[in-house]
Each structure stands twice: as structure tokens, then as C-alpha cells.
């Protein structure tokens, strides 16, 4: 076995080093209080049986994962202290922290690590985790602190999908109950109203937390939470571009911006004549105001990127890389370079039987979305001013389904959510993806090019490859990754950096000063 150098998992000491079982750090008095946070109502108290998002971000206060995903996305240690990986890549061997204890006095083992895999498989795809092991076969423990998995094959980003909460393989009441390893303990619950988190004092992976007491209020929507933040009620509440944007930002009140794995792209239809030509395709990306969309139709949520790389990402190709300048003089070069002249504002060509073509091009969307028929139609001016005549067609989103999968259209509006381990056969596959023409060996090449690769410097080496090949024949054309919304009172201070993974992690060097 050789140490297993990829994406900071060499490590000893976690976060800001290991503190003695019950012990403080000196915090100034400010950093001391309670606030509260707004959660939809649960059905269950069990972590592995969430299914609202906002119910995800509490339940991580009290129970911990054995990595997180930082904002880069690299994962990072937490319950695990240190892996080793195989030399075909096919085993992990975790060590743990020592010194770990439930909130009910029970040690925290290996033991529990596999309960809760083996609890995850049970459940099937009623866990929103559950996809998170398929790429894990087996769970070997080893001893109270180590034990293995054995995978189903090489995957070098798999550490990022561990981000789900341990359980307690000792307790069979959770779903009425929480009892974590986590930063906080429930304190009281009253179903359908409110709970009460206190700090657990016997916390050890970093620093306690200064808030002693978190309060959670029960909401229908996460569009409700945030109304109760602008009128004071509630400190603090992760939300959504779509669920703040006819809020209005209240007198007391701020919003942060997290980067997210939600990506927005315009489709092509490489098998469609007018789009089978790639400068054609360039031209279509250099056209596009990506800016303008992010803040005309997303409101400011969302950072500009073709390239199915998130842009706060280490393994992102850069900005100076990616093709999201806009720039129309050079697409209109890369049109005429086709063949294709301006006539009156608008690309035409002379075919060999001297009849007259007109660079036109539809582009479907689902008319149920509204933000997508916004920048479709952005898009559609965009493309106007080099001389492409566009066609937006919004259908039924069952009609917008069968076209694409019969490749009947020339481009689309899409987007997905890509997984934390930013794999993409979903995507750019050849056979998902063979109603838009695309076929490409280097891609394949690239594709599988990522899972072997053990460092930071070879995997960056790998995605910045893919990204190259996915630049060249440009498949798709990404607009942005989204961003999402921390509503918070203007007095809630400390947040630094949030990450969509463990958006509540750094709860504890959160404090409330003046507004």
C-alpha cells in the first residue's frame, strides 16, 4: 500500500488541529450567544431518511461525515484521519480519529462506518445517499479504528462522494431522535414547531463552537425562511436564486453566494447540418453575453463557464482558457471562415448549385421552465447581432424529452446537476448521449483517463485534458454553474468561504455583532 497523495487526503492533524475531549478555546465575548436557523418540516429525525435539503444542512450540525468537500473540491478530512489507496486502485484503508464519541457516551468506531454503509445500501434509492456507493463493493473492518473499501473499480474523485452522515450502528431510534458525533447535540424537539441544538463540549475535530445554542423553526418552504429572515425571525437560511428573487433585500439583511454543481448549458445537434461544423459552434460561444444572462436572468447567481468544470474548482482549465469571453468580431471571422457573408444582418452562404442558405438555427426549451425561456431568448439576441437567425421553440417539457432524445433539434436549453465527483459519461457519453452526433475516441480517451490518476498534479493534469477536448469539439456550450443564496441578517458576521458541501460547517465561527 502507498500513501494516497490525491486531493489532500495525506494528513495528521484535521482543520485547525485535534483538541483534548472537553476543552475551549478562548473566544471573545462577542462569539458567544444563540441564534436560529429555519429548516423545512422533517418527516424523520434519521439523517439517511432526509430528503429536503435544508433538513440535510441541520442534521450535518449533529452528525459527521468521514470527509467534507471544501470550495475548491477537495475533499477533506473529518471523521477520517488518514487513507491509503492500493496499488491498482481498488482499495482505500481508512485510519480514524481516536477519541470520538456519540452523543449518547458511546465510542465512535469502524464499526459504525460500515453499519451505516450497509444501512444506506438497505434503504435503496429511498436514501438521497444512495448513489453515493456505487462505486463502493464491500466494507472490511480491520480493527475499533480501521477498515477498508474495496471498490468496484479505480475512481479517484470517490473520496468526495463520503460526504454522507455517519450513524450510530447501536441505536435503532433515530427516526424520533438525533444522537451524532457532530458539533451539536438535540436538546429539545417539538415536531412540526421547532428543536433546540446545544454545543456538544465534548467535540474534537476542531475548535467548539461559539454559539452555545442554535434555535431551528419549522417552515413550509424555503421561500418561507427567507421571508422570516427579512423580518427578523430567523438569523440565517440556505435558499435559492428562484426562492429570493421576488424577496427583495430586507433593511437587516444580506445575502452570501455558495458556489453549486448546477450547470446551464445551450445543447447542440452535432448531426444537425447548420451545427456540424465546429467553427460554427465556436461562433455560437464566443457569441453568447454569459455575463448579461447571469445577471439579467439569474439575478447576479452564477459564474460564467462553458466547460462542465465548476470555476471555484481546482481542476477548472481557468478563465483565460475557457471560451467565455464574449467576443463577436472573432465569431462573425469564424463564420466567414465557413463560408457564410453578412447580407443585410444576416449569415448567408452560396452553395455548389448556387442556391442561397440562411444560417438558421432553432432552439428548444421546456416551456415549463421560465429562467431557461429567459436565456433562450437571450441567446437568441445574442446570436442575432453576428447574422445567426434563431428559432425558439418552447414545448411541453414531454415533448421537449422525446425531441431530444430523437435528436430532433438543432440546439437546446439544458442543464443537470453534476454529482460531487464531477464524472461526466451522463453527459458526453457516447451512448447517452447519441441522439446529438457526438462521438469522439479522445473524449472516451479522456474520460477514462481520470479514474487512474493518484495526485493532485496528475489529476489536474487529466480534468484540464478533458476540458481541452471538450473546448475543440464543443459538444455542448455552458452559460454558467448557478450559485446558491445564505440569507442572513445583517448582523450574523464570521462566514467565510462557504461550500455547498457542509454549508453549515463552519457554524461555529459564526457570531452576531451590530447590524
Known amino acids: 500500500m502507498r500513501k494516497f497523495l ?15 475531549s472537553g476543552t475551549t478555546e478562548e473566544t471573545p ?38 470527509v467534507y468537500v471544501d470550495r475548491e473540491m477537495r475533499p477533506v478530512p473529518y471523521l477520517a484521519e488518514s487513507c491509503t489507496v492500493s496499488e491498482d486502485g481498488t482499495t482505500i484503508s481508512f485510519s480514524l480519529h481516536d477519541g470520538i464519541f456519540w452523543h449518547d457516551g458511546g465510542a465512535f468506531t469502524a464499526a459504525d462506518v460500515e453499519h451505516t454503509i450497509n444501512r444506506i445500501r438497505s434503504l435503496g434509492e429511498s ?10 463493493m464491500g466494507v472490511t473492518v480491520r480493527d475499533r479504528l480501521h477498515f477498508d473499501l474495496q471498490l468496484t473499480m479505480p475512481h479517484v474523485t470517490v473520496l468526495n462522494l463520503l460526504d454522507f452522515p455517519i450513524v450510530p450502528g447501536h441505536r435503532s431510534d433515530l427516526d424520533t431522535t438525533m444522537v451524532g ?12 414547531k421547532n428543536m433546540t441544538l446545544r454545543r456538544n463540549e465534548k467535540w474534537t475535530l476542531s475548535a467548539l463552537p461559539a454559539m452555545e445554542t442554535i434555535h431551528v423553526k419549522m417552515v413550509e418552504s424555503a421561500a418561507d425562511a427567507a421571508n422570516m429572515v427579512k423580518i427578523g425571525e430567523v438569523t440565517a437560511v440556505a435558499s435559492s436564486m428562484q426562492s429570493v428573487g421576488g424577496l427583495g433585500i430586507g433593511e437587516k439583511m444580506e445575502i452570501t453566494h455558495y458556489p453549486t454543481l448546477e450547470y446551464e448549458f445551450i445543447g447542440f445537434n452535432l448531426a444537425s447540418p447548420p451545427l456540424s461544423p465546429y467553427r460554427v459552434r465556436y461562433a455560437v460561444s464566443y457569441a453568447i453575453d454569459r455575463e448579461k444572462i447571469i445577471e439579467d436572468v439569474y439575478l447576479g447567481y452564477g459564474s460564467a463557464a462553458c466547460v462542465p468544470v465548476p470555476p471555484n474548482a481546482y481542476l477548472y482549465i481557468g478563465a483565460d482558457s475557457d471560451k467565455t469571453v464574449r467576443d463577436t468580431e472573432g465569431a462573425k471571422a469564424l463564420l466567414f471562415e465557413e463560408g457564410y457573408n453578412l447580407v443585410d444582418g444576416v449569415m448567408k452562404r452560396v452553395l455548389e448549385d448556387e442556391s442561397e442558405e440562411t444560417l438558421e438555427i432553432t432552439l428548444l426549451v421546456n416551456e415549463e421552465n421560465e429562467l431557461r425561456k429567459k436565456y433562450a431568448e437571450k441567446v437568441k439576441e445574442n446570436l442575432a447581432e453576428i447574422g445567426i437567425v434563431v428559432s425558439v421553440e418552447a414545448v411541453p417539457f414531454a415533448e421537449y424529452r422525446d425531441r431530444l ?12 446537476e453534476f454529482s460531487a465527483d464531477l464524472t461526466y459519461d451522463f453527459l458526453l457519453g457516447a451512448a447517452p448521449v447519441a441522439q446529438n452526433g457526438y462521438s469522439s475516441a479522445d473524449m472516451d480517451s479522456a474520460l477514462a483517463g481520470l479514474d487512474p490518476q493518484r495526485t493532485d498534479d496528475t489529476i489536474r493534469a487529466a480534468y484540464v485534458q478533458f476540458q481541452e477536448i471538450f473546448l475543440r469539439d464543443m459538444p455542448l456550450c455552458g452559460i454558467c454553474f448557478l450559485d446558491g443564496a ?12 462557504p461550500a455547498a458541501s457542509k454549508l453549515y460547517r463552519n457554524i461555529g465561527t459564526w457570531y452576531l455583532g451590530e447590524q
Open 6 to 20: 490525491c486531493i489532500s487526503l495525506i494528513f495528521v492533524l484535521l482543520l485547525g488541529g485535534c483538541k483534548p
Open 181 to 192: 458525533t457532530g458539533q451539536y447535540t438535540l436538546d429539545a424537539y417539538t415536531p412540526q
Open 127 to 136: 436514501c438521497i445517499y444512495y448513489d453515493r456507493l456505487q462505486y463502493i
Open 405 to 416: 432524445a430523437q435528436g430532433k433539434f438543432d440546439m437546446y436549453a439544458g442543464g443537470c
Open 486 to 497: 445564505l440569507v442572513h441578517t445583517s448582523a450574523l458576521k464570521g462566514i467565510e468561504n
Open 29 to 66: 465575548a462577542r462569539l458567544t450567544g444563540e441564534f436560529t436557523l429555519a429548516m423545512q418540516t422533517p418527516a424523520s429525525l434519521d439523517p439517511l431518511l432526509a430528503k429536503q435539503k435544508s433538513n440535510v444542512l441541520v442534521y450535518d450540525l449533529v452528525y459527521d461525515s468521514l
